[in-house]
């Protein structure tokens, strides 16, 4: 079944609507439904079906895994019940639980697709650096007492912009069929004991971004040299890899799609600098 295919799934006389989601993943077992524990797909597709009183079921620009956060997730359903956005948005919301709000619902052609019609994901992994561990941002950045290098980071990181294989950045468990990927934009910045990695690409494989992030800590403390990035990148081999970065401090932070579609604009990401 095609792309376009799939995104007409709907009956012809139901509605597409195109959802912004926000949520702490640190309370969630991640985005996708799984039996027996909470995750945010059920949580908003039970809080939709309330609203809707008829069965809905949800399509996302990117599945995130236990205890990533999201600012600027979209996601798409279907559905016959007529409800104005400002309905559908506040209704929702009043079943949802603390750490989990739809941002902004909006009527959608039916050819949008949360995930076939995205052009870009982008995420923001976020480090603090000092010698005691964070109290109140706990679970919402990843924590080092190692001293970290930006401009090594920075360096290191233009060997994996570009399209390339990243077999030796995925999970062992990766069920991607397709390991090549394009990297649009990779940045590293740096301010007070706050460091933060932009990416912006057209998809990711399974812990990706973290698995990036571990090669680049590697480098930054000078564990490794500046060109190990790019020898993991061309050794397709996750074993050379080394150690996967928390998932504390990655973020969900934007999905993009053709203007054409009229959504929202993107929020901002995540900062606490």
């Not at 059920?42 to 895994?65: C, F, N, Y």
């Amino acid at each position: 079944m095609d792309a376009k295919t799939i995104s007409s799934a709907g009956s012809a006389s139901s509605t597409r609507y195109a959802v912004g989601v926000e949520y702490d993943g640190s309370r969630f077992h991640g985005w996708q439904s799984q039996s027996g524990v909470s995750t945010v797909q059920d949580w908003v597709e039970k809080a939709l079906t309330g609203v809707a009183s008829e069965t809905i079921r949800v399509v996302t620009a990117g599945r995130t895994d236990t205890g990533v956060h999201a600012t600027g997730q979209v996601a798409h359903f279907d559905s016959v019940a007529e409800r104005s956005p400002l309905n559908w948005l506040r209704g929702a919301n009043t079943h949802l639980p603390t750490g989990l709000a739809v941002m902004w619902v909006k009527a959608v052609d039916p050819e949008f697709h949360a995930r076939f019609t995205a052009l870009a994901r982008r995420y923001r992994y976020i480090l603090f650096c000092r010698d005691v561990r964070p109290t109140f941002l706990s679970g919402k950045v990843a924590w080092t007492y190692e001293k970290l290098d930006v401009s090594r980071m920075q360096r290191a990181a233009t060997a994996l912009i570009g399209r390339h294989d990243f077999s030796a950045f995925r999970a062992s468990g990766c069920q991607s069929q397709q390991p090549v990927r394009e990297i649009y934009e990779l940045s590293v910045n740096g301010r007070g004991p706050w460091i933060w990695i932009d990416i912006e690409a057209n998809g990711f494989l399974q812990h990706m971004v973290r698995n990036l992030t571990g090669v680049l800590m590697a480098i930054a403390t000078g564990a490794k040299p500046i060109a190990w990035a790019q020898e993991v990148l061309e050794s397709r081999d996750r074993t050379v890899g080394g150690v996967t970065a928390l998932p504390d401090g990655l973020y969900f932070t934007a999905a993009r799609y053709p203007a054409s579609f009229g959504l929202p604009e993107t929020p901002e990401p995540p900062r606490f600098w």
